[in-house]
């Protein structure tokens, strides 16, 4: 079984200030590891994913996730905050053998000027 | 290229009513999925097709649900006997056939039901 916990529903900081959205998840096998966002009257659309070759990943717009098997938590960050940046973001875990991510509730990030 | 187009956009029916929501995926993706995202919430998956049949369809809440995808492109998802809970947006996405290839995913369609 596989599921995804993000704690936080909502998440505010002020444009320049570092950006940390907590995600962790629970597999019994090695999984694969996605954070996508989801932009007001957009799809989702993916941020960057982790399949193994690094546990460091980087993605689009200076994110940023580190997948660490002790903490089973996969957490995104970005540096320094953009007013653009705000925006759902969700993460999702699937197994090795299944194609069918398990997505968590979702994170709304709020960024003030 | 086009992204996954699903339509309408938004569906407003009432109790009872028989629906129909289209998705049109990436050319080339095999893999075509279902979810449900109500609000407050993440996406919930109801049903995975690859190709023209339905891999997994666990995720369907009952037997009013059912989702078709004749000739493994377009997928239409059907529900009967609509009740206000069924009220969410319905996300359709698509993929190339690898279990970590990423999903593309439509803007949704918004089914309200009076």
């Known amino acids: 079984a596989q599921s995804v916990t993000q704690l936080g529903s909502h998440v505010s900081v002020s444009e320049g200030a570092l950006v940390l959205l907590r995600c962790n998840y629970s597999?019994?096998?090695?999984?694969?590891l996605f954070w996508y966002v989801q932009y007001p009257n957009q799809g989702l659309q993916l941020l960057l994913k982790?399949?193994?070759?690094?546990?460091l990943v980087k993605g689009i717009n200076g994110f940023e996730a580190e997948f660490k098997k002790s903490e089973t938590s996969f957490h995104l960050t970005k540096p320094s905050a953009h007013m653009s940046d705000a925006a759902e973001y969700f993460c999702?875990?699937?197994?090795?053998?299944?194609?069918?991510?398990?997505f968590g509730r979702g994170t709304s990030l709020i960024v003030h000027p | 290229g086009a992204g996954v187009s699903q339509t309408p956009s938004n569906k407003v029916t009432e109790k009872g009513k028989y629906v129909e929501l289209r998705c049109d995926p990436i050319?080339?993706?095999?893999?075509l999925y279902w979810y449900r995202q109500s609000l407050g919430q993440g996406p919930e998956f109801l049903i995975y097709f690859q190709g023209t049949g339905a891999a997994d369809d666990s995720g369907l809440p009952n037997d009013r649900f059912f989702a078709v995808r004749p000739e493994g492109s377009v997928s239409t998802l059907k529900i009967q006997r609509t009740e206000r809970g069924d009220s969410a947006v319905y996300l359709c996405a698509s993929s190339q056939t690898s279990g970590n290839s990423p999903l593309h995913f439509g803007n949704g369609t918004r089914l309200t039901v009076t």
């Open positions: 982790y399949t193994s070759a690094a546990t």
């Open positions: 050319s080339g993706h095999t893999a």
């Open positions: 999702a875990v699937s197994l090795g053998g299944s194609y069918i991510p398990t």
């Open positions: 597999s019994s096998v090695p999984p694969y």
